[in-house]
T-cell receptor, first 113, second 112 residues
């Protein structure tokens, strides 16, 4: 049982390049989330998907887009990467019922130069 | 803005001692959750306490919730080296239970 799988684990981009972070879960969870974690800032919610077919902005959505491809997969796209997007990105999933606990992937460490 | 704020930011204690971390939040909540993060890894859910509960236990973990003070505490008893990690509280707002908002975390270091 893999849980939440994120790819890639590491990525270096130049300013202006684009990329998509992939996330898949095998727990039949309804809700999926993207967070970024920066030193001293904790985790901040970028986008979330409460159920298949829906997405909504979180606290820091600017510069990102998401796609809930199906119930299993939720991708995060950076169209034109900026150094301020250097961070560790975590995908998470949950049953989505009344604040049920999140299950996290192991993160993607992204550096934008 | 972030909902929960942990205190202290960092804590070092001797193995075998108890560790207490606190979390304060701003608005009414559905529930509050505590997570652990080992270095280089994702967060792992530890315990959830609902707004109508005051205390909850899980193994060596004890969580309290005071909704009148909008605060929670996590107590780890008889600490072990393996407890070295960052601990985060996360709040689920009362009317937005599809959002979980994290604090900045407490870095706990257990000294041998």
């Amino acid at each position: 049982n893999a849980g939440v799988t994120q790819t890639p684990k590491f990525q270096v981009l130049k300013t202006g390049q684009s990329m998509t972070l992939q996330c898949a879960q095998d727990m039949n969870h309804n809700s999926m989330y993207w967070y970024r974690q920066d030193p001293g800032m904790g985790l901040r919610l970028i986008y979330y998907s409460a159920s298949e077919g829906t997405t909504d902005k979180g606290e820091v959505p600017n510069g990102y887009n998401v796609s809930r491809l199906n119930k299993r997969e939720f991708s995060l796209r950076l169209e034109s990467a900026a150094p301020s997007q250097t961070s560790v990105y975590f995908c998470a999933s949950s049953l989505g019922q009344a604040g049920s606990p999140l299950h996290f992937g192991n993160g993607t460490r992204l550096t934008v130069t | 803005s972030q909902q929960g704020e942990e205190d202290p930011q960092a804590l070092s204690i001797q193995e075998g001692e108890n560790a207490t971390m606190n979390c304060s939040y701003k608005t009414s909540i559905n529930n509050l959750q505590w997570y652990r993060q080992n270095s280089g890894r994702g967060l792992v859910h530890l315990i959830l306490i609902r707004s109508n509960e005051r205390e909850k236990h899980s193994g060596r973990l004890r969580v309290t919730l005071d909704t009148s003070k909008k605060s929670s505490s996590l107590l780890i008893t008889a600490s072990r080296a393996a407890d070295t990690a960052s601990y985060f509280c996360a709040t689920v707002p009362m009317n937005r239970d599809d959002k979980i908002i994290f604090g900045k975390g407490t870095r706990l270091h257990i000294l041998p």
